[in-house]
């Protein structure tokens, strides 16, 4: 082929021009960007669609269009395709900076089989049919509250739903939608406006109909002009002819706002929930390096993803319980703003994390890891330089899924019922800027296919599957939705 011998007078031309094994350099997407100019360019061209060799963008991969697939291309080479080799070209770390580089192009180049909207009808309506790859289905409303944060089925099939306010709904889902109240929760009816006291997350405990605990988070302030500086406070409670009941304050965490503030139970009983930090605000900002920033700092308490136990302590095998200074009840650390929280059939913990200006994240949580920020993220800072971050640096995860330009991801679920028997085992994921509810497939740390659901829905805060195997929505403006599949009834 042409472009074939195109490649490899490129590949000529780069040995000749670029000292070998270069010591590594900033490897921020303005680098990386003149990698791919310099380097990838003449073949594929600027855009990485029209050139002699093929699309790096709009088309699937042959080689795979994850990250170690990417960095396996740059650096071996596919030499029987006319695909050079640039092991002695870059280093390792401007290779994987490079193929990030690349992920960030096919994630705003809506590659085709990654999102089909166009197939999307009445997106942005509760009635009519909508047509997806994998399920056709209808969108119902259940019930209206005020501004919402989270919700949580009872075994009953009944809804509580948390209002920022400070009410506890309770919703029956088959019935007429009209709420009633749970009376004396510890959140006083205090406005969103006023940061003082919001009503966040609500979980039940995985027990439940033995000890009957329904877990809250709320978030307080005592000076509302320093919205930055915030607590937030684990209670458990139970509820007993309509009133709230029992109330224990188990743990108060520091965080910078209240958005991340969202429950998650594993199997064997641990609760997590999350602090953020992103240090755009006057409380909150320092002249420290980025790796001296409290999320970097496993004595902080901002910016981390808990593990306690079921009465608010930290568990003896949490990995940093026996270092001297550090917040024992840390389970990873370097988030920025975790906004969705879920595991899945095998026990893995999945977030969706807010990045700076784009940058958004799903990542896959493990023990004691190092998730980055500030340091690293795929998003611009917040200056008015608008700043090029890192996106890699040693021993700091990448995310399994990036989203660049960013949505505002949201709320998160692993569908594990029946009801939409093709969605089984993935991951739902709501936006708030964008407005939209993302089907997304992941093969260990690679993501394969990125389905738009529905566009234009409303700022979708939480997702959970309902006793009935029904996806249920809560967006911020406090309706609850589901989606039935078109040939149910």
């Not at 641990?270 to 602090?275: I, K, R, V």
């Not at 970097?296 to 930290?314: M, W, Y």
């Amino acid at each position: 082929m042409a472009w074939k011998m195109a490649s490899a007078m490129f590949a000529i031309a780069m040995l000749t021009g670029v000292p070998q094994a270069r010591e590594r350099t900033e490897d921020g997407p303005a680098v990386a960007a003149q990698h791919f100019a310099s380097q990838c360019a003449g073949c594929h061209m600027p855009n990485a669609t029209d050139g002699q060799a093929p699309p790096l963008v709009n088309k699937a991969l042959r080689h795979g269009p994850d990250m170690e697939s990417l960095v396996r291309s740059i650096r071996d080479g596919y030499p029987d395709l006319g695909m050079p080799a640039f092991a002695g070209e870059m280093s390792e770390a401007e290779i994987r900076a490079l193929a990030a580089y690349l992920i960030s192009r096919r994630n705003t180049g809506n590659e085709p089989g990654r999102t089909i909207a166009e197939k999307v009808e009445s997106s942005n309506s509760s009635k009519g049919l909508i047509n997806t790859d994998a399920a056709d289905f209808m969108v119902e409303a259940v019930a209206k509250v005020g501004p919402a944060f989270g919700f949580a089925f009872m075994p009953d099939g009944n809804v509580l739903i948390t209002e920022v306010d400070g009410a506890l709904r309770l919703v029956d889902p088959k019935g007429d939608g009209q709420p009633g109240t749970i009376h004396g929760t510890p959140a006083p009816g205090v406005s969103k406006e006023q940061y003082r006291r919001r009503l966040l997350d609500v979980s039940l405990h995985p027990d439940y109909r033995t000890n009957g605990w329904i877990y809250l988070l709320m978030a307080a302030n005592d000076a509302p002009q320093a919205v930055a500086d915030m607590s937030i406070s684990l209670h458990r409670g139970r509820l007993r002819d309509g009133r709230w009941v029992d109330d224990q304050s188990l743990l108060t965490v520091r965080s910078e706002l209240s958005s991340s503030a969202r429950m998650a139970w594993d199997s064997q009983g641990f609760l997590y929930f999350a602090s953020n930090y992103t240090g755009l605000y006057p409380s909150q900002k320092s002249d420290a390096p980025p790796e001296a920033k409290p999320p970097q700092d496993l004595a902080s308490q901002f910016g981390k993803i808990f593990r306690v136990t079921d009465d608010g302590k930290a568990p003896p095998d949490n990995p940093f319980a026996d270092r001297a200074g550090a917040y024992p009840y840390i389970w990873s650390y370097g988030h920025r703003s975790p906004l969705g929280l879920a595991f899945d059939r095998n026990g893995e913990l999945w977030e969706t994390e807010n990045g700076a200006r784009g940058g958004d994240e799903i990542n896959r949580i493990q023990r004691g890891r190092n998730y980055g920020w500030p340091v690293i993220t795929w998003g611009h800072l917040y200056t008015d330089a608008l700043e090029m971050a890192r996106p890699i640096a040693p021993a700091m995860e990448q995310p399994v899924v990036s989203f660049v330009p960013s949505p505002a991801l949201g709320g998160l679920a692993v569908y594990t019922a029946t009801a939409f028997p093709r969605w089984r085992d993935n991951l739902l994921v709501g936006s708030l800027k964008g407005r939209q509810l993302y089907r997304i497939v992941v093969d260990g740390d690679r993501e394969v296919l990125r389905e738009t659901l529905l566009h234009d829905f409303g700022r979708i805060r939480d997702i959970d599957t309902g006793p009935d195997g029904l996806v249920y929505l809560l967006t911020d403006d406090g309706t609850l939705s589901r989606l039935r599949p078109a040939n149910a009834r």
